[in-house]
């Protein structure tokens, strides 16, 4: 037993054994069976034909597209490709389901027994992955009068999402704590973002969340009953729901009592999960094979074709950021955790003149300085503003040549650190460059010396207590001193040459 | 000029001669159609307007010496499980009764651009389940040969509709023998095509992994010509052929000397009538005197054709079925207080008790735990039986054997017995099982009513069907008679 697992051990009663069911939409330009297009929004019933709309006799048509993007999935997390795969109708009753099937891939899905490793507190670990299968999506019902079907007065169906190509990714129950059900979910996100077959939104739903959860006597080998949990749409609902949900198990285990198998919905405003139906009202979906698609057969060629599309994944990027620019493992793991942002430091580090081949470390220090002094605006400013906005690193506001802009006139000394926060918040609001700003509102710094030391004097000269203060050895009253001389320059000396020359002036007096 | 009884060949020559312009013949056709309804009853839906529209236009471009298709202001119909834009199709069913489709199926698409002009929408068995045309909600069409008999089914609206002169051709669907058996019946050449072969895309589906339209004609030639018209590869449907198609027609005449037919003993037991059995020895004769050789050969798997056949057929339905639930489209129960009320009333008042009976059997069959044992057990069945037909191939051209093991039976006489209704196609079942094309075409009469010839042939193998047929037809004339309906 490791150290890990016995201070867990202590932590808690018993173990915790998860896997996670991931619906992700694929990002493709067409539904999967048909022509309309996958767009987000949308008055209600555009994007539809009669073959998302499953009228009397229409037949689906796979789009090759969807295939690209799932095999492109597949091997991003490691999966072997189905050499010959199929598509099986499971069916059920709802009115959000025009076929009353959804076709799906029951036996054979596209990729198997893959992995994906995670980082917790700084120990890796990997993660199965089970299967990733493509599937279709069912549309939207808006309900009348209440927020259910039950009890509604009327209720609408909107199938303009039916057809969507899905894939599902299973995971292995290797997960052991909601800290590792969190981190492979992120992980997990950010690999498919690296892939771009999918904008990965939880908020429009285009990434959902399901998971198994049991527990176990610590020792016991044999899983324990689990709950199936649906309906986590944000990484702050998974956590909540999983928490909740082992102290739930936990409490009825420790209780004597036994889990029941069954299906629970996380309700984020009661912040609790409840029971959908047990095993017994679990529906039969009568899967079989679809008989209107034939079966799928990917070719070797194929295969290669899709892996030669495969983006560098974050942890090798991670890498090349220690390797070649020195930043701080923990840094570069944030920075590549997206590929937006990932992306947005490389063009940052090449309009500042310090992009490097893969593999090859940066030549001089200074070059080291400036690819940190990215990483430290892009970790602090930029993403607290971006947080704060309706953007994000792939559009944002200030565009990564202008940041190296505002860098570089720092670097040259054109303006103060202090003001350079500033100038940026005014470039992310107005999307200028900061040159322009800084001349538009006149705040060049201030470095020449003579103009600094009369404005010192004349600080001194209005403030003799202050000065008999620090001559009595109160070292607070320089800081007084200091922050009138930058007050009278509306913050444009240089912070350096006010506390040289008022060092100077003082020492006369 | 009774233009009625004439074939799409002579019609198409008469068009072109100017002896007739395609307004004349199809205000005629209309005429027919009406004269021969109230006896026969082949029509769900008529589209007269839109055909003089139609035929209007055809007139227009033999006025200005342009040329014209081989089918071109030909009136035909089409079985109501083909959708139609703009025109209700209702496969004979409450469910659907009002649903108008805003597409054409594939099959519909080419028949327009080849010219042909649709005259109405023919009856069926609700949803292509069964043999007589009994199972219509709607109302039972006649067998134009004796009209208180079945024209079979589930096709026997667009069956009747040719043999009674009410269309120069029809389209059908066949998912275990529905376009051959009625063709047997009322006596018209009736094609079902290789799976694959005709776009499904369209066509209301009943069986998805069995279901095939194909051609209803008064001789060979008409469905050769009609084959043109609606085989080939369609992007719309996965499961259509990228093959070569031939030109059908143009193969036509050649001898069939020295051609291996074969006659399936599983095809000739016990269950096939006397009179049908003498009927078909005598046809047998006929080929042999125009040089085919003859031969026995057996198909071993035949006796699980039904089975397997009624956990296939039923269990697709019952999934290509669901969708009819009165959310979107078609008929919806009003007394429902929620929705699974709504889904259950909707339901049990739109569908009648065949379809219920199959969807029922389909989704037992699919049923966790029963899987194995009916639906997977029945496929593994199905490769026996395709296998069985392989073997047959390496020795024979063609195989022949009875369409149906009876004529035409009476109205009422099977259907209190639906096990009994299922053994009418035990002579059609395996061919779409094994998704290879067989033809049906008649071959003499017995009391009075036709008795129909089944050829089955290799997949894509339907231009050697046809030419046979043709060497028969041209050989003993059986093509040129006509029911007299006294109208
Ligand atoms: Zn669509």
Redesign the pocket.
Known sequence: MSNETMQMERDFDFEIVMGLEVHVELHTKS?I????TTEFGGDQNT???????GLPGVLPVLNKQVVDYAMKAGLALNCEIAEFSKFDRKNYFYPDLPKAYQVSQYDLPIAKDGYLDIEVGGNPKRIGITRVHMEEDAGKLVHGGAANLAGAEYSLADYNR??VPLIEIVSEPDIRSIEEAVAYLERLKSILEYTEVSDCKMEQGSLRCDANVSLRPWGQKEFGTKAELKNMNSFKALQRALEYEVERQAEILREGGKILQETRMWDEAKGMTISLRSKEEAHDYRYFPEPDLVPLVISREWVDRVKATLPEMPHIRKERLVHSYGLPAYDAGIITGSKAMADYFDSACKAFGVDTPAGVEVADDKAKERAKQISNYMMGELTRLLNASEFGYSNSPVTPENLVGLLQLLEAGTISTKIAKTVFEDMFASGKPAKAIVEEKGLVQISDEGAIASIVRDILTANPSVVADFKAGKEKAMGFLVGQAMKATKGKANPGLVNKLLKEELEKM | MKLYTKKAHELHDLLVNKEISAAELVRAQAERIEAAEPKVQAFITRTFDDAMAQAAKVDAKIAAGEAIGPLEGIPMALKDNMCTDGVRTTCASKILHNFVPPYDATVVTKLKEAGAILMGKCNMDEFAMGSSTENSRFFATRNPWDIERVPGGSSGGSAAAVAAGQAVFTLGSDTGGSIRQPAAFCGVVGMKPTYGAVSRFGLVAFASSLDQIGPFTRDVRDNARVMNAIAGYDLKDSTSAPVDYPDYEALLGQSVKGWRVGLPKEYFGEGIGPEVKAVIEKAVKVLEGLGAEIGECSLPHTEYALPVYYLIAPAEASSNLARYDGVRYGYRSEEAPDLNTMFKKTRAEGFGEEVKRRIMLGTYALSSGYYDAYYLKAQKVRTLIKGDFDQAFEKFDVLLSPTSPTVAFKFGDRTDNPLQMYLSDICTLSVNLAGIPALNINAGFANGLPVGLQLMGKAFDEAKLLQLAYAYEQATGCHSQTPDLGV
């Open positions: 539904k069976f048909c022509g309309c994007h539809v034909c009669p073959v998302c709309l039916t057809g």
